[in-house]
């Protein structure tokens, strides 16, 4: 191979004898003494005497965090929400609590979760849903905490430990490394894989991708080394180094284990196993829980999903023809490794003919289904009952049952070759228990790809919704069928509230007009958890001025453009760039984008556009440096976004935050309701709206403007629930032509 291989990573204890120093130089003895094992997690009972009100009042005014930060800033509603949490914890109640922007929600969570957890020697697990405020909490606010309770006294100094524990597909796995390593020819991006990962290697004690920066082409080659989704590996075993057991190992020992969302869920979703039992949890940015348990809980067949699933078999019986290839084997043994061989990639080839008509039924299918509909533009097609009882479904039916004949033969002719690699003794020079794994994995595969197929096309659950997407990306149409429950809160309310002692839910926006009943109703929390809404300690009329042009023509008009290329032109020259907007829609971002470069390109300020000038991450990265810009964001822009304080003068708000009422998550969950407008697809906005409105002023010296530009929060009834959803500004009658001299009086 272009990188010879690991000796033994993965397989047998290295003898005395022999050296553990692989061809490539990673010493697998210092590998597994860099790992180590975590020292035990311990309990310190005398902390139990630590009555409830002792630990809400670490965070007064003459409290320990006030002694050891001479910035500390006391808030009152930080406070609240520590007594809130600390009686959840202690008292074994579920919480949702509403912590608005500047409250310190993560240090009022993590001090009692600490104390609780050390108090009881048990774990409580915190899960967020960005990597921005994971490392926020393993960076800034743990060590912080560690800090403050060790320098009080409350707690013996490296005492508390702490662990983040992400997806099994994050970490390097040693053993599949080897397996590419040790292929004869490999692909140009598994080599420069491999180049980029073997020095890094040498000194990681994460093997976390995130250390290293994979983009493009190296991201799509990292799953062909990273400890896959399947659990069939012989070094969780064998004992031999391994990141992923050395991160549980941590998270094991840990009184404060931090995950994502998606683990947490997807942990949920398998029973188990993927995060050390845990009786208590919090959940920070709770408002996303619903949409990633959405995606946890649901699944996408694309139509190149059979290259990806079926793309290892290439490389597995390549290797075994080689080891076939080596001196003293008996025929018989040579003549059925290339039967079962041969048997895998006959039956390949059929099922790759099988593949490709079943989807050319599914376009077939979509393009009959749409001709004549009003929505035929749409790229998405909600499966009904109705759909299920046409010919052309009847159709699509039969391709499917061919399908899954040819992918049935396909597992069990896998299953021979993994039978006949786990009963015969192969050359020494094999990498035989990688060969077991990958043939297991590749049988597993097809089998959840037979069952995705199944759940839509053979016997669909009335809870679940279908629907077929076909998304032109680049031109090329990529068609797929998914499937997403129709509703998460019962799974929610079966598979977590009832069987964890405490769960806290925390959010700047879970309320809407007041009341919890909405978020609580979608994600499954009991009528018998306790509520709790503390407000922001900013004073939002000293702070933010808000304007809603009353000359602003409505969304769907021609001159909505217009008005908006002028506001933003005015603004962004008024304040010097330092503005953002925030779209509902990529095409209207577009469209404004174009027309807004030249007259602010002529005053020196530039226009980055999401998706046109770069990616989220890079546009924020961008804003942060140059500041002299207009900022046009969407989705991923409403919510999450934490600018440099003072980087940010005026926000705009384009429409209110609706979704697509087309879409077939959206479609399928609002005939849940007796009125879907006003049970389910306003507060939905309202949210969405709230999180868009809390980008401007993230901490006690910002002063901005809010602009709203869309007049039906000031024509329609409805428009009441966002405007007493936010808190009180100053509000001043504008129009279309005063907007920039406005934000630029408040500032001044």
């Known amino acids: 191979g272009i990188l010879a291989g690991l000796e033994g990573a993965g397989g047998a204890q290295t003898s005395s004898r022999t050296s553990s120093v692989g061809l490539t130089g990673l010493?697998?003895?210092?590998?597994?003494?860099?790992?180590?094992?975590?020292?035990?997690?311990?309990?310190?009972?005398?902390?139990?005497?630590?009555?409830?009100?002792?630990?809400?009042?670490?965070?007064?005014?003459?409290?320990?965090?006030?002694?050891?930060?001479?910035?500390?800033?006391?808030r009152p509603e930080q406070e609240e929400m520590l007594a809130g949490v600390t009686k959840a914890m202690y008292h074994n109640q579920h919480l949702v609590v509403e912590g608005g922007t500047g409250v310190g929600k993560s240090m009022a969570y993590l001090l009692p979760a600490a104390l609780f957890a050390i108090s009881k020697g048990q774990r409580v697990v915190i899960s967020?849903?960005?990597?921005?405020?994971?490392?926020?909490?393993?960076?800034?606010?743990?060590?912080?905490?560690?800090?403050?309770?060790?320098?009080?006294?409350?707690?013996?100094k490296g005492v508390l430990k702490a662990a983040l524990l992400k997806g099994r597909t994050n970490y390097l796995c040693l053993r599949r490394w080897n397996h590419l390593a040790r292929s004869d020819s490999p692909t140009v991006d598994d080599a420069r894989l491999l180049a980029k990962t073997s020095v890094w290697m040498q000194n990681t004690t994460s093997g976390d991708r995130a250390e290293i920066n994979l983009a493009g082409r190296d991201a799509g080659s990292w799953?062909?080394?990273?400890?896959?989704?399947?659990?069939?590996?012989?070094?969780?075993?064998?004992?031999?180094?391994?990141?992923?057991?050395?991160?549980?190992?941590?998270?094991?020992?840990?009184?404060?284990?931090?995950?994502?969302?998606?683990?947490?869920?997807?942990?949920?979703?398998?029973?188990?196993?993927?995060?050390?039992?845990y009786q208590h949890l919090v959940i920070d940015e709770a408002h996303n829980l619903e949409d990633e348990a959405t995606r946890q809980f649901g699944f996408i067949v694309s139509q190149d999903k059979l290259d990806e699933v079926w793309e290892p078999q290439i490389r597995l019986t390549t290797q075994i023809r080689q080891a076939m290839a080596a001196e003293g084997l008996a025929s018989s043994v040579r003549q059925e490794a290339e039967t079962a061989v041969s048997g895998v990639e006959g039956e390949g080839a059929k099922v790759r003919q099988i593949w490709a008509r079943l989807w050319a039924e599914v376009e077939r299918f979509q393009a009959n289904q749409k001709s004549g509909s009003q929505d035929s533009n749409d790229p998405q097609l909600l499966i009904t009952s109705q759909i299920r009882n046409t010919q052309s479904w009847t159709d699509l039916h039969l391709a499917w049952e061919n399908l899954d004949v040819g992918l049935q033969q396909a597992a069990q002719n896998v299953g021979r070759l993994h039978r006949f690699l786990e009963s015969t003794k192969l050359p020494a020079a094999t990498d035989q228990p990688a060969l077991i794994m990958e043939t297991a994995n590749l049988m597993d595969d097809v089998e959840t790809l037979r069952d995705q197929f199944s759940s839509i096309l053979g016997n669909p659950l009335d809870d679940d919704i279908h629907w077929v997407s076909n998304d032109q990306m680049r031109g090329n149409p990529a068609i797929s069928l998914n499937s997403a429950p129709l509703d998460i809160s019962s799974t929610l309310a079966a598979d977590l509230f009832q069987h964890k002692d405490s769960v806290v839910l925390t959010s700047a926006t879970l309320s809407t007009e007041g009341s919890f009943e909405y978020f609580k109703s979608r994600v499954g929390v009991g009528g018998d958890s306790q509520e709790l809404l503390v407000g922001s300690p900013f004073d939002y009329q000293k702070a933010a001025l808000l304007l809603i042009p009353e000359d602003m023509p409505p969304p769907n008009s021609d001159r909505y453009v217009d008005a908006m290329v002028k506001v933003l032109t005015d603004l962004g020259t008024a304040m010097k760039g330092r503005t953002m907007a925030l779209f509902t829609s990529y095409a209207s971002l577009r469209a404004v984008a174009q027309r807004l470069r030249a007259p602010l390109m002529g005053e020196g300020i530039q226009v980055l556009a999401q998706s046109v000038d770069g990616s989220a991450q890079q546009l924020m990265t961008r804003f942060a440096e140059e500041p002299d810009s207009v900022l046009l964001g969407t989705s991923s822009f409403w919510e999450g976004v934490d600018l440099p304080s003072g980087m940010l003068k005026a926000l705009v708000l384009t429409r209110l935050p609706f979704q697509v009422p087309t879409d077939p998550i959206v479609k399928a969950r609002s005939n849940q309701y007796d009125e879907p407008f006003n049970q389910f697809t306003v507060p939905q906005a309202v949210l969405r709206f709230r999180q868009g409105f809390g980008r401007l002023i993230r901490n006690k010296e910002d002063k901005g403007t809010i602009v709203i530009m869309d007049n039906r929060i000031t024509g329609k009834s409805y428009g009441n629930s966002f405007l007493r959803s936010i808190p009180p500004c100053t509000l001043k009658p504008s129009s279309l032509t005063n907007i920039g001299q406005l934000a630029a009086q408040w500032i001044a």
Not at 62 to 68: L, Y
């Open 27 to 74: 010493d697998l003895e210092q590998l597994a003494i860099r790992l180590g094992s975590p020292e035990k997690r311990r309990a310190d009972p005398s902390l139990a005497d630590l009555a409830e009100e002792k630990v809400a009042g670490l965070l007064s005014r003459n409290g320990p965090f006030a002694k050891v930060f001479s910035g500390f800033e006391h």
């Open 128 to 156: 967020t849903n960005t990597i921005n405020l994971q490392e926020q909490l393993m960076n800034k606010d743990i060590p912080a905490l560690t800090e403050v309770l060790e320098q009080s006294g409350l707690v013996e």
């Open 223 to 277: 799953s062909h080394i990273s400890a896959g989704e399947k659990g069939f590996c012989p070094g969780l075993r064998d004992g031999s180094p391994c990141f992923l057991r050395a991160a549980r190992e941590r998270a094991e020992q840990a009184h404060i284990v931090v995950v994502n969302h998606a683990l947490l869920l997807s942990d949920l979703a398998r029973g188990g196993g993927l995060i050390p039992e």
